[in-house]
Structure formats: C-alpha cells, structure tokens
C-alpha cells in the first residue's frame, strides 16, 4: 500500500521514511509525482498548513498522503519564526540564512532567556477528503553557535539540556525518538495502522 509524502525536501524524506518504514507502507515523494503542483503553504497555524497539504496531493495522486508542517518558536520572540521558519530570512534564503537571522535576533540574550521549542503538526488525507491529524512538541534552548554536522534547517542551534546536544550533534535514531516531528508521527503511527488494517481489510 502507498503513503506520498507532501515533501521533496531529501532530508525530510529520509526522517519521515525511517519513521514509517515499521508500518509496511511502500513510501512515495513527491519526486515520484512530477505533476503536482507547488502548495502555497499560506495557513495562519501549522495544523492550516499540514491538513491544506496533505489533502491537494491526496487528491492530486489519488493516494493515501501525509504531509507535516513544524517550525521553531523562541519564546524571547515571542513565539517567531513559527509558521514562517522555512522562509524566516526571506523567500529564496537557505538554512544558514535563517540560523544566522535568529543569532542576530537573540545577540546577547542570556542562556535563560533563550528558552524555545520545536512544533510539529501531521496530517494524513485519503484521497476522499478524510483527515486525521497529530502533533508533537520537543523543548530545548537556541545555543550561541551552531554545533554539529546532522540534521537540517535550524537543527545546528537547537540545543536540547537533557540530552547535552544540539538535534545536528544526535544520534539519528535518538533525534527521532524525542523530536517534535518523531513524537507527532508515533502518534500518527497508531492511526495510519489501523488506516491500514481499514483499507486492506
């Protein structure tokens, strides 16, 4: 049975596969579905965004698809990037554009105050508009410099006490474990395995 993944973003890829790959679902990317079109991730919360997601490309494939949208609220901020953290430095800016955005903002700031968390929404969609969605959270600290080569996005400055590392410094499958994004989708596991005890059944 196929699951697209509403992404083409080849780190995401890789982590969403992982994570799914327990459930016997065959997992598809959008690289395999050319013709679907871009999805103006326009929505006010991530939830807006994973659910608009995941039903234009459940219905564009005709497939079972799954779409997540996270980001990172730093509490000195007031809860930004959030919904804006893939474009925080501005449309056609990368990764390090964004991390070196949020260094300037938080120049200075003390350890303390530099409380923030990772927040993750999934949604799954059938092709005949059915919804199901979850969401996971992980808290951590932004460190003063990015740390380690994994991961992607803001992971180099993502610093996580408990562990004594930033999620680019993790181990992938420790990363997986504790992170927004692995914590929103053991919540969706459970979902899309009687989804497909459902469909097969």
């Known amino acids: 049975m196929k699951l697209v993944l509403a992404t083409r973003n080849p780190g995401k890829v890789r982590e969403l596969s992982q994570l799914l790959s327990p459930l016997g679902y065959e997992v598809l ?6 013709g679907v079109p871009e999805v103006v991730e326009d929505g006010a919360t991530f939830r807006d965004n994973a659910v608009k997601k995941a ?7 005709g497939q079972l698809a799954l779409a997540d949208d996270s ?9 930004a990037p959030g919904v804006h953290s893939a474009r925080f430095a501005g449309e056609g800016h990368d990764d390090r554009a964004n991390n070196e955005k949020l260094l300037r903002l938080l120049a200075g700031v003390p350890p303390e105050k530099r409380t923030a968390r990772f927040r993750c929404v999934v949604a799954v969609a059938t092709p005949e508009g059915k919804v199901f ?3 996971g959270t992980c ?11 994994g991961g992607f996005g803001y992971d180099p400055l993502f610093y996580v006490p408990s562990c004594g590392k930033t ?9 997986n474990r504790i992170s927004h994004r692995g914590r929103a989708l053991a919540l969706m596991r459970e979902i899309l395995a009687g989804l497909r005890y459902e469909l097969e059944g």
């Open 29 to 34: 990317s959008l690289e395999h579905f050319p």
């Open 55 to 61: 039903t234009a490309v459940a219905r564009h494939t």
């Open 71 to 79: 980001g990172l609220e730093v509490d000195y901020l007031g809860g």
């Open 133 to 135: 969605t979850t969401e």
């Open 139 to 149: 808290e951590g600290v932004i460190a003063e410099e990015p740390r380690g080569e």
């Open 167 to 175: 999620f680019a410094e993790l181990d992938p499958e420790v990363k």
